[in-house]
């Protein structure tokens, strides 16, 4: 019987692992903070994902 699908996150983490990559390594290599890839493999999209773009935008305008 076919194994359920338990989503992209799941998926995510096992490439990541079966390719012997970090979580740092894989989120410095994604551009990401490896708390928000964390997120990413554990399905928790929501206050996180929110806080990831807050803090990606208030590192631009301070660039900018």
Known sequence: SAEPY?????ELRALREQQGHSLPD??????????????LEQGAFG???????RGRRARTSRIV
């Not at 338990?6 to 799941?10: E, F, L, T």
């Not at 894989?26 to 997120?39: D, E, F, G, N, P």
């Not at 206050?47 to 773009?53: A, K, N, T």
């Open 47 to 53: 206050d996180r994902l929110v806080d990831e773009v």
């Open 26 to 39: 894989a989120a410095k290599a994604l551009k990401i903070s490896t708390r928000y890839l964390v997120a």
């Open 6 to 10: 338990n989503g992209v996150g799941a």
